[in-house]
Nanobody
Framework: QVQLVESGGGLVQPGGSLRLSCAAS????????MGWYRQAPGAQRELVAQ????????IYADSVKGRFTISRDNAKTTVYLQMNGLKPEDTAVYYC??????????WGKGTLVTVSS
């Protein structure tokens, strides 16, 4: 069993910052990538950012480039999402996803980010 524990969501004013964390534990054979997705009300879940274990390559959605930064700890079992310059359109439930080298996906329960004045 794999557990993903997310934290860091909340209410923030436009232009503000938040940092999301996702700690993975349990029987993870080996992690291929870790990432953050988000789902706004009435919208499909979309990729926000992803980081690969080998080489540390990162991928960002165009809408967050230059504002969000994904990173991980040295043990490569915790992933962070630093979100700066938040906009109302960033409001969504943010989900952590871990993909193993066996192409198995594990999802967190999500953390709500609300950007509003």
């Amino acid at each position: 069993q794999v557990q993903l524990v997310e934290s860091g969501g909340g209410l923030v004013q436009p232009g503000g910052s938040l940092r999301l964390s996702c700690a993975a534990s349990g029987s993870i054979f080996s992690i291929n990538s870790m990432g953050w997705y988000r789902q706004a009300p009435g919208a499909q879940r979309e990729l926000v950012a992803q980081i690969f274990t080998r080489g540390g390559m990162t991928i960002y959605a165009d809408s967050v480039k230059g504002r969000f930064t994904i990173s991980r700890d040295n043990a490569k079992t915790t992933v962070y999402l630093q979100m700066n310059g938040l906009k109302p359109e960033d409001t969504a439930v943010y989900y952590c996803k871990v993909r193993s080298v066996l192409d198995t996906d594990y999802w967190g329960k999500g953390t709500l980010v609300t950007v509003s004045s």
